[in-house]
RNA sequence: CGGGGUAUAGCGCAGUCUGGCUAGCGCAUUUGGUUUGGGACCAAAGGGUCGCAGGUUCGAAUCCUGCUACCCCGACCA
């Protein structure tokens, strides 16, 4: 590809409005164009990467035989109902109808539909396990689409579906697909992914893991242990914390004037956080009030809190609300709450502490010496606390180190959620109709590219590895007007490209600094310099990306030397 | 959905407060010339519904009202 002739111009500036690495020179290099919020074109460069880390997962796919399909888009909503999600999942979910007024969807995850094409295709146990897949795009209408291609309406994803007989079955593939999705990452270099146990929200079932790039930009918390044996969501993640109780001591009501923060509650009676608790209020999607009590230094986990109490959605309280349950807020009381009204969920830190400062349920007043056993009592006692960075690791008692993660792929063990529904049954050995179990395995294709930007850049662009880059090699040639340069050069790229080498060959003609830092945007592994001042002894620089020593290479081995070069850079990324 | 911000040439911005002649600057683009090892220089040229609609005014990019789009923080997120 002649340089000249590249769509996708490179710009010197920053993008306004960009944050994160990748958004910046995903833009500056003329890899993607906004057309919407959240929504890009492709550009050619791009579109080279895209199909290489395409390519890779597809490989990785069908290694574990798994069988690539094609799914519409386009949904009836009817799928969606008879899965129950066509009403469960929130506004993300694109609704609209067609001219016979029709409800139609566009999908943002494909187990209605694949669980339609196999139930009709699968029904004995003989064709059992199976694992479809597809590389396809996906509609999210997000609230708000953020950072480039890290967070966007429309994106493409691979996602796999697999149907098993048993749970060993599907425990036994989970593996496979987790040992299929590390080769793909380490095959695409990226640098730095870890699989964390995670949240499995609105998709059903219960073990899940999710592939986290860990990047500042990351939009997830990660807690892991300094051996990284422990590895989780922030979602989920726990601590082996130790609370500390000591002699129980009379109940004391105190004045604290205007004192509502656990901060200024803490500094006026000249205590500690941790002596203190506080409740917060929540209410579920019926409006139902729930109490959660929690140590003063910790926050209250709400996924942990909403996977307790196994409701779909959590919002904080109104004082209104607060008011009507007859409680003070600000100064709550944990002792004002009506039981057999609110369900009242206590965190291991309080039921574990004791003498802690509580609100009186009154305005200006605490109580002192507070203890969970004596003026509480009954109430649901779960880990409901949000791990800090420091707390103790649970498996190895070493402190947990915060990162941050994108999320580019996750695996789930769906279970029986949606072939249950959906009626997606086989006859097993004895003849008798058995639902299917199954597992689901998604990555984010535009998201990895993003990724691998956010942990492979310089200040000058992004450095490919070389499985993904959008060339393998780059020619520039420089003064090609003078010394026959210009001659040599299209020889050389010719002879190259014979050679099977992908080569973007920088034509252009324009100044050495101008070349360069175009060539440092686009990022290719590998780069030719083609120069007056090494050809005549019959040479050209050959160096790599983000180096700054050449290397003469006699334009005779020319073609031998940059495949075996190239080669040797492959090997780095199998397996 | 809540909070904040922005919208003027392909990109980045000035001009808006305090209304006034032909709406500017840098980059990019085209042409000619000089250059050529880390974003060159000279000269010329093309490119604008000043986000949209309405209003005030002799006169609106500028003031007023409404709307829309985009970005950032938060909420949400298979």
Not at 398 to 416: A, D, K, M, S, Y
């Amino acid at each position: 590809m002649r340089m000249s002739k590249l769509v996708g111009r490179r710009i010197k500036e920053d993008p306004k409005d960009a944050v994160t690495v990748s958004h910046k020179l995903l833009i500056r290099g003329g890899y993607i164009r906004p057309v919407a919020a959240g929504i890009y074109s492709m550009l050619p460069l791009a579109k080279r990467i895209i199909d290489k880390i395409e390519g890779i997962i597809r490989d990785e796919m069908n290694k574990i035989d798994g069988q690539e399909v094609l799914m519409p888009v386009v949904l009836p909503a009817e799928l969606w109902e008879e899965s129950g999600r066509y009403n469960s999942i929130g506004q993300e979910l694109l609704r609209f109808e067609d001219r016979g007024g029709k409800k139609m969807l566009l999908a943002m995850t494909h187990e209605e539909a694949v669980v339609h094409l196999l139930r009709t295709e699968v029904n004995s146990y003989k064709q059992l396990p199976v694992m479809l897949y597809q590389i396809q795009t996906k509609y999210r209408d997000e609230a708000r689409a953020r950072g480039g291609l890290i967070r966007v309406r429309e994106f493409t994803m691979k996602d796999a579906y697999s149907f098993h007989q048993t749970q060993e079955s599907l425990e036994e593939y989970y593996q496979r697909a987790h040992q299929a999705y590390e080769n793909i990452f380490k095959r695409i270099g990226m640098k730095n992914v870890l699989s964390i146990e995670s949240n499995s929200g609105m998709m059903g079932g219960k073990v899940s893991h999710e592939f986290m790039a860990v990047a500042e930009s990351g939009e997830d918390t990660i807690f892991v242990s300094p051996d990284y044996s422990y590895r989780a969501n922030r979602e989920i993640a726990v601590a082996a914390w130790k609370f500390e109780s000591s002699a129980e001591v009379e109940l004391d009501k105190v004045h604290t004037p205007g004192k509502e923060s656990i901060e200024e509650v803490a500094d006026f009676l000249g205590i500690k956080a941790e002596n203190t608790g506080k409740v917060v209020f929540y209410q579920d999607e019926q409006g139902k009030l729930i109490c959660a009590m929690i140590r003063g230094d910790f926050d209250v986990n709400e996924s942990k809190l909403q996977n307790h109490l196994q409701v779909a959605e959590l919002t904080f309280a109104t004082d209104e609300a607060i008011r009507k349950a007859g409680c003070e807020p600000g100064f709550a009381s944990p002792m004002a709450v009506k039981h057999d009204e609110i369900r009242i969920v206590v965190d291991r830190s309080v039921a574990e502490s004791s003498n802690l400062v509580v609100g009186a349920n009154e305005p200006d007043y605490h109580y002192k010496n507070f203890n969970f056993a004596r003026d509480l009592g009954e109430a649901e006692i779960v880990d409901i606390a949000t791990v800090r960075n420091g707390d103790p690791c649970p498996l190895t008692g070493e402190p947990l180190q915060e990162l941050r993660g994108i999320e580019v792929g996750n695996i789930f063990q769906l279970g029986t959620k949606y072939s249950e529904a959906m009626n997606c049954t086989y006859l097993d050995q004895n003849g008798k109709s058995q639902t299917m179990i199954m597992g689901c395995y998604g990555i984010g294709v535009g998201r990895s590219m993003a990724s691998v930007i956010e942990q492979s850049n310089d200040k000058w662009g992004p450095i490919w590895p070389i499985t993904i880059a959008p060339y393998e090699l780059h020619i520039c040639a420089l003064n090609p007007k003078r010394d026959g340069v210009g001659e040599s050069a299209e020889k050389i790229y010719a002879e190259l490209v014979d050679a099977g080498i992908e080569v973007l060959f920088d034509d252009r003609g324009e100044k050495a600094g101008f070349m360069f830092n175009d060539a440092d945007l686009i990022g290719i592994p590998f780069r030719i310099i083609i120069s007056p001042k090494t050809l005549a002894e019959g040479m050209v620089e050959f160096k790599r990306r983000g180096e700054k020593e050449a290397k003469l290479i006699a334009i005779t081995e020319l073609a031998t030397a940059v495949n075996e070069v190239i080669r040797a850079e492959y090997r780095k990324f199998s397996d």
